[in-house]
């Protein structure tokens, strides 16, 4: 079971940019999915963004065009940018590789 490490979270302004990385124990290439998940208050778990072998993403249609998901073999890391952060982007963000999953960074988007 790899270990991740989520980091990068913290509060902001509304229309703020944060990025969350991901870093993994060991090679993220060993399977052919990563992906970040969140929660919100009173929330399910939801989709956020996932990234393919080949570099093909999605995105979940609240996030699109805002948010890019990426990652670095190299370093075995997935990265969130997240741009123009809105009140309703507030939640543990958790990434995922394969079937293993990070212990989550809490963003807040508040003024």
């Known amino acids: 079971q790899e270990q991740l490490k989520e980091s990068g979270g913290g509060l902001v302004q509304p229309g703020g940019s944060l990025r969350l990385s991901c870093t993994a124990s060991?090679?993220?290439?060993?399977?052919?999915?990563q992906a970040w998940y969140r929660q919100g208050p009173g929330k399910q778990r939801e989709l956020v963004a996932s990234?393919?072998?080949?570099?093909?993403?999605n995105y979940a249609d609240s996030v699109l065009g805002r948010f890019t998901i990426s990652r670095d073999s190299d370093k075995n890391t997935v990265y969130l940018q997240m741009t123009d952060l809105k009140p309703e982007d507030t939640a543990v963000y958790f990434c995922?590789?394969?079937?293993?999953w990070g212990q989550g960074t809490q963003v807040t988007v508040s003024s």
């Open positions: 995922a590789v394969g079937p293993d």
């Open positions: 060991g090679s993220i290439s060993r399977v052919n999915i």
């Open positions: 990234i393919y072998d080949g570099g093909t993403t």
